[in-house]
């Protein structure tokens, strides 16, 4: 894959830049347009219960059923392990008196403290049938809508402009900064942290956005974690970057995604809520998922799990 070009703030800039590759997304762009797609606006669940909430709209989509995109919040305030993540690297202490969730995300990368005013989450799930088949083209393409959200909020992002190193490795938005992927603000500091993997039949992508500071619990959900003014010095969020409610950020982001693949406001039917509860209670809030990586429920989803951005 061609590089793209970096430190442009416009994602329109990036797709045009792009030379043949951008051709190949743009084709594959009027693909999953023409689909039927559903918005489901910002809604506010358990940390378990959002991963399984991707998994079936994964499994729907797989199906023949609507594409999803969709904005969500963390109720109670959860920490996200990345799939390969040490528990050691977990304060569960500091979690457990706090009341702050665990759950793992089938996404790799660090973790990241989700609480219900500081991030703000989304997803995008689609067959892979209609995405591009390379990861990482796949990857630029569903971030697309991000560029576009910040963009409307005047804020300036990009892919960071040069590597830089880890600050502390187990917390996603403190880990190596890489061109490729990380997104940051026009002073270089991380502002989204987002990730992509493939299951058999179907592709999901998934991102956090900082909106306000959270830094000291953020920090505290991790053992042996680095100062304060370290994580400052890294990472910045939206209220930082511009003087916007958080109610007004939400809907730029709901709008920013239904725009890009025109989708229609949607709601979960019963039957994906009963079965994201079962896969809530069986995988993501089990033991056997947080603490020991295995999946309590993967005889039946045997590879689905194919690759991953981080």
Known sequence: MQAVERGTNSWLDRRVHNGFASTIVS??????????????????RPGPLNMALDEIA???????????????????????????QEPATVDWEFCDREGISVTRRPTGGGGIYHDNHGDISYSIVAPAAELPGDLMDTY???????????????????FAS???????????????????????????????G??????????????????????????????DGPSAERFDERVTNVREQASVGRERAVRTFENALADWVDAEVGTWTDDELDRARERAREKFASDAWNHDREDPTAARDAADREESTE
Request: hydrophobic letters at 40%; a negative charge; charged letters at 30%.
């Open 27 to 44: 084709l594959r762009m009027a693909d999953i347009e023409d689909r039927e797609w559903r918005l489901i606006r910002e809604d506010v």
């Open 58 to 84: 994964a499994e729907t989509a797989a199906a023949g059923g609507p594409r999803t995109v969709r904005v969500y919040r963390w109720e109670p305030a959860t920490l996200s392990l990345g799939y390969r």
């Open 140 to 158: 630029e393409l569903l971030c697309e809508p991000l560029f576009d959200g910040f963009d409307r909020l005047d804020v300036p992002v990009s």
């Open 162 to 192: 040069e590597d830089r190193p880890s600050i502390h490795e187990p917390a996603c938005y403190l880990r190596a900064l890489h061109p490729a992927h990380d997104v940051v603000a026009a002073d270089g500091r991380k502002i989204s």
């Open 194 to 223: 987002n990730a992509q993997y493939r299951r058999r039949d179907s592709v999901i992508q998934h991102g956090s956005v900082l909106f306000d500071r959270a830094t000291e619990r953020h920090l505290s959900c991790f053992a």
